[in-house]
């Protein structure tokens, strides 16, 4: 039951008092001397755990339910006083509490929420349950550590009982560092470093990855890998091959973007971002029920970005816009509609050429490009999710996903390493366009279906997915690069730019077709062993399809279509001596993305196969986790030239290390993430690969890549973020953080011609809250590259690098109610 008053000093004219508990008062002489009793309370929302705990401990709490939304419980198990139990569900919410005279206990939030007399709340007996709690993720959650994950098991796995390392990063961790691109949230994760400059193109542990999800749903493009986070709730890692659930993909570790749902509870927010060149970007976020009775729920998220970049000719324009609609169909059955769309335009993008061993040493600001270099990255994605419960242990669940991307591009850009600058600072440029007749598409479907089940046999409980997919990708795309007539020289002190792009002779157009589907089959099996011990086994079966043509107008070659199958494994074991503590192993095999092809004949798949060990644990009553993994992954058919006109699939790498994630909240207010990877070996371990001189040339065999380091794989590469929320007194709700990301040597390439040193980088945020009225306010300012180090901030492949932002600001101002 909910009691509307009205408080004095009419900061608000509508406001609900909730008293939960027995029918007798309790006084605080009694709270106070009562016993310790046994206690279990899940983890959950603050409203419904204090709920738990009036009815489990005999009291009666009284508090305005405003002052609890968004707020999370780490839950309560053990023996404690009833007062000692409400102290522990308090913690860290910010909330404090009294007892009256009558024995009701207040609940308040002195300087954040409405200034309200307590005595004027009457003397109540009211026994209820608070009906604003917000279904879903909340949108005040300020927690940084998230007990549970559904990419790696697809089951909403605690991760204290998942045998595989996976890194969580939540909105909370978003909102205080300011996440806009996908290398920016990457950055809390250990083994990850960026590619091509920061465009979604990543590296984990060791190996090139574009393997970007949304829900779990493949959301990539051929040549496009751009995407926007304006709906992104959390980020979710999946280290180490994903085959067993995904198909196709790269070893290394897929990223998925867990989207934001509708709510049950209006929710709406407006925050303004400003910073350095002309950096203007603006987010809405509203939800809530379009009916009385939440049937119906919707959502809609929008973002606009504009800004000019610390590189000449530099800029973006962005804009994403992403509605959904919840329609709960009956108690059992549920779908979800979702709607995205985005465009995002970078203009006078520019690269940093090879000198010698090292990126040229040009300022920050230099493009070597010309300004009219511009790359569009446009999509559209339909989704259609439908989940039924047949009861309280099996359900039912169809997926259905469509994307389009189309990229556009054109740019003059300097050569790879093939062409490095020359003494005197000369270097050649290559013209590169894609979309040329507008007409260019790629499109994805995705079709999906899964049956979970929960069931016992004797002592043991299952948890067991049944599942189906079917993936089938069509694109085209019309390209023209490196031809004789469009290369001109440049010089990297004194550049001299093209007024205008090229134009391209139909004739040199090259048009790239190809059309991939796959199906799937996968059965999971997470089985509950007496004594803490959690055991996973799968297997997923793969029959995979390519077929591509490609060339000029008067030269079209068409590739035989080529099938693939393959059994993909994947076992795992998890002991949890005590809770706060578990040790686990895993092996698990992977069927890898489409091959190159060899005289127009698609390549055997490339596949992978890792062993990884390690130890997790949960700390300060399950506010903090943190994961070390000892991992072993080796990688096989790797393409490599054996002659000018012949490539086979004999090539292979293997990397190993050691990754150490961790997050949460250390003490009541003070929260950190951090990540931590050593990676000593990351090497070639089989190589063939022809070698050619500063013309692209063939000149002969070239097998000394063997044994050596990866592209674009540190030995070292470490980041810590912390924040600090004082909890009382007149400054309560202001933020201070402070953060660092670091990262040793990388190659450019794989033959250790060339490396771009190592670098550290500083961060800092401050952020004070205010509560008026109903609306919470937000002030927000973030330093990045406190110290302006001027470094390479990525690698992608032999020739391009990108430099790192130098000092900037970014500011912050946000509604939210």
Known sequence: MTLKQTFSGGLFGHASALVLGAALAVSGTAVAESASRAFSIPAGSLSTALNRLAESGGLQLVYDTAITEGLQSKGLSGNYTPE?????????????????ENG???????????????????????VGKASSSFDGEDPYNTDYMRPNAITATKTDTPLMQTPMSVKVVPQQVLKDQQVITVDQALSNVSG???????????????????????????????????????????????????????????????????????????????????????????????????????????????????????????????????????????DKTVSTFKLEYSDIKETGNGTVPLMGN??????????????????????????????HAFNDNWKLRHRFNFSNHQLTMSGQFPDGNWAPVAANGDITRSFWAQNLDGKDYQHNFFNALELTGKFNTGVLKHTLLVGGDYYRADARATMHGFSGFSTDTTNIYNPVH????????????????????????YAQDQVELPHNVHLMGGLRYDSAEISTSGG?????????????????????????????????????????????????????????????????????????????AYFDLKKQNLPMQTSPLTTKAIGSAESRGIEFDFSGEILPGWNVIGAYAYTPFAKTTKDAATAYDADFNAVGINAGNTGLRLNNAPKHNGSLWTTYELQTGALQGLKFGAGMKA???????????????????????????????????????????????????????????????????????????
């Open 84 to 100: 000692a139990a409400l102290q522990h569900l308090l913690g860290g919410s910010g909330l404090s509490y009294r007892i009256a």
């Open 104 to 126: 009701n206990i207040l609940i308040e939030r002195p300087a954040l929420n409405y200034k309200q007399d307590p005595t004027a709340l009457p003397a109540v007996n009211v």
């Open 192 to 330: 990850a470093t960026s590619g091509a400059g920061g465009t979604g193109t990543f590296f984990l542990r060791g190996f090139g990855n574009y393997n970007i999800y949304r829900d779990g749903f493949l959301n990539q493009s051929q040549w496009s890998h751009t995407e926007d986070l304006a709906n992104v709730e959390r980020v979710e890692v999946l280290k180490g091959p994903g085959s067993i659930l995904y198909g196709r993909s790269e070893p290394g570790g897929l990223v998925n973007f867990v989207t934001k749902q509708p709510l049950d509870t209006p929710y709406y927010s407006l925050r303004q971002q400003f910073g350095s060149f002309d950096h203007y970007r603006t987010n809405i976020d509203a939800s809530g029920p379009l009916t009385a009775n939440k049937d119906l729920a919707y959502r809609f998220n929008l973002g606009y970005q504009s800004n000019h970049s610390f590189q000449e000719f530099g800029g973006n324009e962005r804009l994403f816009v992403a509605p959904s609609l919840r329609w709960n169909i009956s």
């Open 358 to 387: 090292r990126p040229a040493p040009i300022p920050r600001s230099r493009n070597l490009g010309d300004s009219w270099n511009l790359q569009e990255d446009e999509y559209v994605m339909l989704s259609f999710n439908t989940e």
């Open 498 to 521: 093209l007024a205008n792009a090229w134009t391209v002779p139909p004739e040199q157009v090259n048009t790239q077709n190809y059309t991939l589907p796959w199906f799937g089959l």
């Open 552 to 628: 000029t107008p008067d030269s079209i070659v068409y590739s035989p279509t080529t099938s693939e199958d393959r059994v993909s494994p994947r076992g795992g074991v998890v002991w949890q001596p005590i809770p706060e503590v578990s040790v686990y192993g895993s092996y698990t095999e992977n069927f890898g993305a489409a091959n190159t092809l060899n005289q127009g004949i698609p390549l055997p798949p490339q596949t992978a196969q890792q062993w990884e060990t390690g130890i997790k644990t949960e700390l300060f009553d399950g506010r903090f986790m943190a994961t070390l």
């Open 743 to 817: 990262l040793s040597q990388r190659e450019i390439g794989y033959n250790e011609s060339a490396q771009a040193p190592g670098y550290a980088t500083v961060n800092l945020m401050a952020s004070q809250a205010w509560q008026v009225s109903k609306s919470k306010i937000t002030a927000q300012l973030n330093v990045d590259n406190l110290l302006d180090k001027t470094y390479t901030a990525s690698i992608y492949s032999y020739g391009p690098t990108y430099y790192g932002a130098p000092r900037t600001f970014m500011g912050a101002i946000k509604i939210e109610y």
